[in-house]
């Protein structure tokens, strides 16, 4: 887990305020949970791994011998807003849609861009099973991508129902169909020949091996042709299968509608998109770009999850972007506006004296009051030194007080890159400031 | 814990915001750190009853079954700060100024406005020993309280030396000060009689007990004056004490110092404030309101805490806003902005056919593109459900799209609260319903 000093804090800032704030534009309100949950709740929602990587805290006070865990740590921020559209059901408005942007954590082995302790933001629609709402939870994460600068990303996008629809149609029975999902998951690193074998290792036999990696196969870009042909695919296999033609139907759906949004022209179906998580049921999508080898987010339909809460199956569809990664790849595409490494004020007071340390402040007061970040150099070093600092910080100005200055109600404000300086009243020199400050952007 | 629902979470980030703000302008710049320390950072940092109250996280994987804890909840923000100064030293400057947001976590019975994970909004100034440091910390404190509202607040101001020194001029020796601060910690709640009985109790001898009532009993609110009265009850008793009369003299400058700033006129000296952390060496802060048992906040110098993970001692001072009884007292004083119990959206998109949400859709995309916040109706339910949801949503406006309005490329806007509707080019909408917004405020 990371410290985040202030440049780290700002670029953080500068990436969740765009999110936020695109994500509002969209209707969606923001909600904030825990970042402790009752371990029960998180348990069995994750997948065995998932289980596994659940931090645990102990239970306090005299149970704290025993050695037992009680509470847990945030794992994701969809089971927390599972739980909370059941607790607080009442409150909330038939149709809600919430954004979260809260760190999760996760006890994962570090790589790049993945950590311990990671922020995702999220946002999720509840109450519809209208493709209206994939379409926009598409629409809005390529919103958001492009208002940061992205223009490179393709929302990959699959149903849950298809997958198993057309690995059924290639001959996959059931129990395979994850073994199956694994060998083509390795198509990109070990190439066809590679996946046949997989394949075999696997238990999958002769004949469906080769239906399989052909059906996995996307043939182009064009969502529409590529869903033509999985249909006509399924049209041709022994099965019948009415439940991978309505999948293929939705996906038909919610393309056309992400067609008239932002999310225009980013979407590729990907017949072998799977996603990890086991409670989504229907459309799932995943973000990616050339540069990273994860994604930059994803999500999906989870129509059963806030049942296991609740006790009534309230539809639900949602979709994560995953900070840390976004600002990996910004830092090495150097996407950050260069205005978030500024310094950490406008302007440095100086102080020649101990003494006249009250008229210091009370100028530093002055300036702040107008609005400036004004750093007051706490003790009286040699004025040298102490403008030396302020170059250090890269704090362009620096305010001067000598005996005259106090005397005469004014101030002489150096331009360190400049080095020029002006003497002006107290109560002038933060508009010169400002002035000044405009001028260099 | 708490889960925040949208109006909390708004009402947080408005005071977070302000916050951060206030202190950017007094040259503070954000750190953050992880949630998760090692338990070993946090352990005797803060006194007995401290290390009781850290959530402990269970060691992971095989050593999970010993019932062992590796890591623990941060438990302040100062710790963790102590930590980032010895482990990043190299890269921070020689005066670091930081402003940190985050929440904490404490194993405390819940009261009002006291949670188990609460936010604390801390400054920090390392590096410098001079009162200015102090004085700045209390102005930038007092700038953000009133920029929130607030106009009753005081600042009670402490010196630890001072107070160890008044207790042992009164007769109190050194072991028994702790027990002597919490009897006269309670003269509020007991009464001068009720004190003398707890000090007898507590082992005072009877001679002292009279002479330490009188000492703590501030005798106005004049700080020069309470500090000259302090000073002379030094300066009258058996024991020589420089270093009381140092403590004197450098809150004589604090607040001579802070007189120019904007804590100006809400410096109280208050010698029997204590402050609960062990850590603390110098000046010692906090921040009451007339309506609040606790305080909103408090701090103070500690300049030793840094050489416990740096192995040189760094002088630093801070200061701790906490968000939570900011937000209580706020909340029951009705001192939030009407515009925080804003709606989800400004317009709702309504959807006469599921044929057209096509339609609908782009119109919504293109309201957002001007900076609407817009919320799409998902399904075609009849138009009277879904006005009225809208104005269950507080949502002022319904864009209404039928086939006259797709054929010609309008939209027809309907204003809830007027009920009127007018019918606008698709292209036009955005910046009538802009309009009409601002006309309500």
Known sequence: MRDFLPEDVRRRAHVIGIIARVY???????LETPAVENLETLLGKYGDEGNQLIFKILKRGEHEATGQADLALRYDLTVPLARVIAHHNAKLPRFFKR????????????????????YQC?????GSTSPAVEAELCAAVADALLELGFSDFVIRLNHRQLLAS???????????HGPAL???????????????????ERGVEEAARGAVLAAFRSTGHDPAEELDRLSNLLASSAVGDAAGEAAVTNLRQITALAAGTRADGRIRIDAALARGLSYYTGAIMEIAVPDLAGSLGGGGRYDNLVGMFLGQDVPACGFSLGLERILVVMGERNMFPPALARSAADVMVAVFDSADLRHAIALAGLLRSEGLRVLLYPDADKIGKQIKYADSRAVPFVALLGGNEI????????DLKAQTQNTYDQTAAAAAIREALKDRG
Chains 1, 2 share one sequence.
């Not at 509002?24 to 923001?30: D, H, L, N, Q, V």
């Not at 809260?102 to 311990?116: E, I, L, S």
């Not at 057309?166 to 395979?176: C, D, F, H, M, R």
């Open 24 to 30: 509002e534009r969209y209707g969606f309100e923001p």
């Open 407 to 414: 005397a005469a109600g004014t101030v002489t404000v150096k």
């Open 182 to 200: 694994v060998a083509i998951d390795k198509l990109d690193k070990i190439g066809p020949d590679g996946v046949l074998g997989e394949l075999a």
């Open 122 to 126: 999220d946002v999720d629609a509840l």
């Open 99 to 118: 954004y979260q942007i809260q760190p999760v954590w996760r006890a994962d082995r570090p790589a790049r861009g993945r950590f311990r302790e990671f």
């Open 166 to 176: 057309i690995l059924t149609a290639s001959g996959v029975p059931a129990p395979l």
